[in-house]
């Protein structure tokens, strides 16, 4: 049996655990090549953490939040971003674009919303997956499938510290998965716990109606801003800087990593001239380690002197005390929210099933176990049966769009068009990457123990799902591409580096989208005529303002 394009079909249950971006494109690839798939959400709508609840459990974008990335280099390859959309989008904008990608794609009669994957486990005679689901009421059921692709995000377990002395507090102590009206902390003195993207997102909202907000982080931060000279920062990234880059950072680490670090503190000044060395951003952590976030709001509040920084928050010492790291001590305390970061849930999995490991040949580590997972997604022993698309820190390149590349390579491997390797060969490959973790670590112990090599990951990705973006570099298929359609070849290495490049191609091993080269087209000269903006048209409605020295509204 074969698709309408010649594909062989897949055949079995399967089920896909959420319904976010990553879990839609995995339902969608599964449905187009010929599998039983049905996605099971815990939250009523699709969207993931851009679907807003009221459950304090479940992490949620604020309304007030905006995307990191701009729709440009966003989407998904066969359904573009409408240009009604603002260029960072809101969470609204996110979770509707999401509804009508499934609706237009009739996805919605394949998920099963209120539904929560509490446990996946073997059956019997381990020949299919069992996975505990709890919905909304209560109720509990079993059901079986063939294989199970978790796809519940990266951000869906909160990381919350312990403090000595935290019992003395009388305050409110919250995470910021819980953070959902800035009105409960109305006239209160907040210490917010972490400079993060959660924390720039936090603290613009608390500054109208706290008391006083205060900002305590242990190390420097990197603050960037969304746009550069005008343009969004993201469009600065094509798909021949990204490739150059990784290839740089394969054959020179240490080169590529020095000249990363003084290439980010050189932009960093130019960004942000007036950085307080009070504010202790500096030293900045390396960007090839630690992914920056963004809180570029927060910036001018520090700068007019509303929010003050502080050094790490290291004990409680009273009812309403905290002491700091440099002996600081405040007395006067209402609230502490703790932006301290989110996790991928491991909860349903059992160790039996994903097994932890620490580096062989490096004795230096301290850091957690590490998971093994071939290609940070298959456990050896399932591989085929099997996908986890929550651990691969540096490794969703643009957003949506990849999501829809992890779709199909991980579809071809379950119906075994894309071979793996034996399974001495990929624990062989997980005990090298997980060395190659440790001297990460050595180099900061608060890296990102989830990272991929991406020229790794993302070479294997696009293979496995068969993009065709070989077509894009210097080998004799670039050559050929660039001698047909010398165009395309310059926009798509060049241009905006968009979802739909990896619909392109015709390869046989996933579907071709007709509409992308209009696509493609239309992006940019939608970027073309757009940026850099006019001096009337800035700041643009969608991007952050905050406050000036003198209380005046400024872009930031």
């Known amino acids: 049996m074969t698709t309408k394009d010649g594909r062989p079909l897949g055949s079995g249950r399967v089920a896909v655990v959420g319904a976010g971006p990553q879990g839609l494109t995995m339902l969608k690839a599964l449905r187009e090549d010929g599998y039983n798939a049905t996605a099971y959400e815990r939250r009523e709508r699709v969207g993931g953490l851009w679907a807003w609840t009221e459950n304090p459990s479940y992490t949620t974008a604020l309304q007030s939040t905006r995307a990191n990335i701009s729709k440009f280099t966003c989407g998904f390859t066969d359904y573009p971003i409408p240009d009604k959309y603002n260029t960072y989008m809101t969470p609204q904008e996110l979770q509707e674009f999401m509804q009508d990608y499934a609706e237009h794609f009739d996805l919605l009669k394949d998920i099963v919303f209120g539904a929560n994957v509490k446990k996946a486990r073997r059956n019997a005679d381990d020949s299919a997956w069992l996975l505990d689901i709890e919905r909304e009421n209560g109720s509990t059921e079993t059901v079986e499938y063939d294989k199970v692709a978790f796809c519940s995000g990266y951000q869906s377990k909160a990381i919350i510290p312990t403090f000595e002395g935290q019992d003395k507090f009388e305050g409110t102590i919250i995470h910021s998965q819980a953070f959902r009206d800035e009105n409960a902390f109305k006239d209160k003195n907040v210490v917010v716990v972490g400079l993060s993207s959660t924390a720039g997102d936090i ?102 002197g509303q929010l003050t920084s502080l050094h ?154 068969g993009t065709g973006m070989e077509n894009l570099g210097w080998g004799w298929k670039g050559w050929k591409f660039w001698w047909k359609d010398a165009k395309m070849y310059r926009l798509m290495n060049h241009g905006v580096d968009t979802a739909h490049a990896a619909a392109y191609f015709e390869t046989g091993k996933r579907p071709v989208w007709e509409g992308a080269r209009e696509a493609i087209l239309h992006a940019n000269e939608v970027v073309e005529k757009m940026f850099p903006l006019k001096e009337v048209d800035w700041p643009p409605e969608d991007h952050w303002v905050g406050m000036g020295k003198k209380g005046k509204r400024k872009a930031v």
């Open 203 to 304: 603290i613009p909202v608390l500054m109208p109606v706290a008391s006083k907000v205060y900002i305590s982080h242990r190390r420097g931060a990197l603050p960037y801003r969304r746009y550069r000279n005008k343009v969004p920062n993201d469009l600065l990234i094509t798909w021949r800087r990204r490739t150059l880059s990784q290839t740089f950072v394969r054959y020179f680490p240490r080169l590529s990593k020095w000249a990363a670090d003084k290439a980010v503190t050189w932009f960093t000044h130019k960004m942000w001239p007036n950085l307080d060395p009070t504010w202790r951003m500096a030293p900045f952590p390396s960007i090839t380690l630690k992914l920056p976030g963004s809180f570029e709001l927060v910036m001018p509040y520090l700068e007019n």
């Open 312 to 465: 790490g928050l290291t004990r409680f010492t009273g009812p309403k005390s905290l002491e700091f790291a440099d002996g600081t001590i405040l007395n006067d305390i209402d609230a502490v929210v703790l932006c301290t970061g989110y996790t991928a849930d491991w909860s349903p999995l059992t160790p039996d099933l994903i097994k932890t490991s620490m580096p062989k040949n490096s004795p230096w580590y301290k850091g957690p176990p590490l998971y093994r997972l071939y290609m940070n997604m298959f456990p050896p022993e399932y591989a085929t049966s099997l996908a986890i698309l929550t651990h691969s820190a540096f490794g969703k390149s643009n957003g949506f769009s990849f999501g829809t590349v992890i779709g199909w390579a991980v579809s071809n491997v379950f119906r075994g068009v894309e071979p793996l390797p034996s399974l001495s060969l990929m624990n062989a490959q997980i005990d090298a990457h997980h060395d190659w973790i440790a001297a990460r670590w050595k180099m900061d112990p608060a890296t990102d123990t989830s990272a991929v090599k991406q020229w790794e990951y993302s070479a294997w990705l696009h293979n496995a799902a």
